[in-house]
């Protein structure tokens, strides 16, 4: 049973640039969301997905944008990069919506911006 | 808003003691509490998962008590192994699961051989 998977693992990127992380979410799982991890904190929770929809959003700026696709996959999008974007992108998935049963997450991207 | 706290933020113990973790969060409705185990520049594996109405959860070694009407949760590590060495990550989910989960900033547990 696929767990949640994540692309790219690692990538690097410049200032100012967009970039487009991708997920799929565990088997079963409906409901996606994403979580920015800084070096030495916890994750922080940037939206969540279900029903092609954004259901819940974290106080993240607008240039974090993303996308749920009918086979529940996602993706996350970041425009105009900025050094401080640099962090580990979790994706966490989940069934039902409620998260009742506990969240599965992927191995994350590791985003550098330089 | 949610905040959660975890104390120890680092702990170095010798292989075989048994240690306890804590986590504390400033509001008590939540829905569940869930804890993490991260590796190195890794992913987050689930643990173990206590709804809000229950008052533990077991697996193998590890055992977690969650006490809501006080803010706080412990996950207990018994005869710990080298193995055991990462960071341990406490989440609470609230507002009915559309809030996300919050996160505290982790304890870093090394377990000396």
């Known amino acids: 049973d696929a767990g949640v998977t994540q692309s790219p693992t690692h990538l690097i990127k410049t200032r100012g640039q967009q970039v487009t992380l991708r997920c799929s979410p565990k088997?079963?799982?409906?409901?996606v969301s994403w979580y920015q991890q800084a070096l030495g904190q916890g994750p922080q929770f940037i939206f969540q997905y279900y029903e092609e929809e954004e259901r819940q959003r974290g106080n993240f700026p607008d240039r974090f944008s993303g996308h749920q696709f009918p086979n529940y996959s996602s993706e996350l999008n970041v425009n105009a990069l900025l050094l401080g974007d640099s962090a580990l992108y979790l994706c966490?998935?989940?069934?039902?919506?409620?998260?009742?049963?506990?969240?599965?997450f992927g191995s994350g991207t590791r985003l550098t911006v330089v | 808003k949610q905040e959660v706290t975890q104390i120890p933020a680092a702990l170095s113990v010798p292989e075989g003691e048994n240690l306890v973790l804590n986590c504390s969060f400033t509001d008590s409705a939540i829905y569940n509490l869930q804890w993490f185990r991260q590796d190195p520049g890794k992913g987050l594996t689930s643990l173990l998962l206590i709804q809000s109405s229950q008052r533990e959860q077991t697996s193998g070694r590890l055992n977690a008590s969650l006490d809501k009407s006080s803010g706080r949760s412990t996950l207990y590590i018994a005869a710990s192994q080298p193995g055991d060495s990462a960071t341990y990550l406490c989440a609470v989910s609230s507002g009915g699961g559309a809030d996300g989960l919050t996160f505290g900033k982790g304890t870093h547990l090394i377990i000396q051989p």
């Open positions: 088997s079963g799982h409906d409901t």
């Open positions: 966490a998935s989940s069934w039902p919506s409620t998260g009742v049963r506990g969240y599965t």
